[in-house]
């Protein structure tokens, strides 16, 4: 089975903290997403990568940036924590191959204080 | 624009009655289509895909899905429903050559009524 973890189910942090979310997956794949879900608009990409230090802004990447050094690993950067940036935070990850689905860690549920 | 519409916001069914999710798209390409499920504090799970082939696709815990091009839809049903099948659903697009994005509806929010 395909393991997405991510390094906290819960976090809260202060307006103005750099806040870092790791994500690491053990199925070798190539493509990595961030996502974050507010009640009532679905999940939105923040910023997905493709491959070891590439990275491509989604649809929300303002406030944000990310980090792939290592083909397993996807953080997300908080460069400087909001109020409004108060969510649930989900990573994914998938192989390159077009009839693929993307499997979910359980998700992080960031408060900024 | 790229666009997932899923137009419940929330529906509640009595244990055992069948049900229905909408879920339609407006999308350039060629779609391929999702259904994902999430229950409380977790993270998504699918349910079932479709590419091409088909147009009535299964998927996982009886639930089931068509693809109507005509109408622009993927709807999901499920013959009777269980209480354990409350939760969030997700309608989802994307296309080849896309790197594996998807657009995400907003969800529907399943309630059981025993």
């Known amino acids: 089975d395909v393991k997405v973890t991510q390094s906290s189910r819960y976090l809260v942090k202060r307006t103005g903290e750099k806040v870092f979310l790791e994500c690491v997956q053990d199925?070798?794949?190539?493509?990595m997403f961030w996502y974050r879900q507010d009640p009532g608009l679905g999940l939105r990409l923040i910023y997905f990568?493709?491959?070891?230090?590439?990275?491509e802004k989604g649809d929300i990447p303002e406030g944000y940036s990310v980090s792939r050094e290592k083909k397993e690993r996807f953080s997300l950067i908080l460069e400087s924590a909001s109020t409004n940036q108060t969510s649930m935070y989900l990573c994914?990850?998938?192989?390159?191959?077009?009839?693929?689905?993307?499997?979910f860690g359980p998700g992080t549920r960031l408060t900024v204080t | 624009a790229q666009s997932v519409t899923q137009p419940d916001i929330h529906i509640t069914v009595s244990e055992g009655a069948s049900l229905e999710l909408r879920c339609n798209y407006s999308?350039?390409?060629?779609?391929?289509l999702f259904w994902y499920v999430q229950s409380p504090g977790q993270g998504l799970q699918l349910l079932l895909k479709?590419?091409?082939?088909?147009?009535l696709v299964q998927g996982i815990k009886g639930f089931e899905a068509e693809f109507k091009r005509s109408q622009s839809s993927f709807n999901l049903r499920k013959p009777s429903v269980h209480w354990s099948d409350a939760a969030e659903y997700f309608c989802?697009?994307?296309?080849f050559g896309q790197g594996g994005k998807l657009i995400f509806g907003q969800g529907t929010e399943l309630s059981v009524k025993p």
């Open positions: 994914a990850s998938r192989p390159p191959r077009d009839r693929d689905e993307q499997y």
């Open positions: 199925m070798d794949h190539e493509n």
């Open positions: 990568s493709y491959d070891v230090k590439m990275k």
């Open positions: 999308y350039g390409a060629t779609p391929y």
């Open positions: 479709y590419f091409s082939g088909d147009t």
């Open positions: 989802a697009v994307g296309s």
